[in-house]
């Protein structure tokens, strides 16, 4: 249980702000996240299943506000 959240937020701030980004430390996470999501299976076999709706429900979001 973490007791005091200032001072581990103060922890991560300056571990995240003296890390360098590492391209290809990242482009391993996003690699074994990708496998697990695979492995969970949260992508359909098919990636264009179920597109139509997709296609509409972003017409729908790109109308809102404009006026007919």
């Not at 990242?26 to 969970?40: C, D, G, R, S, T």
Request: glycine letters at 4%; charged letters at 35%; a positive charge.
């Amino acid at each position: 249980m973490i007791k005091n959240v200032k001072i581990l937020e103060e922890f991560e701030r300056g571990i995240i702000r003296n890390e360098k980004p590492d391209f290809y430390k990242n482009l391993k996470i996003v690699k074994e996240l990708h496998n697990e999501a695979l492995k969970i299976g949260a992508f359909t076999k098919d990636p264009l299943y179920d597109i139509e709706t997709d296609i509409r429900v972003a017409k729908a979001v790109n109308n809102v506000g404009k006026t007919p």
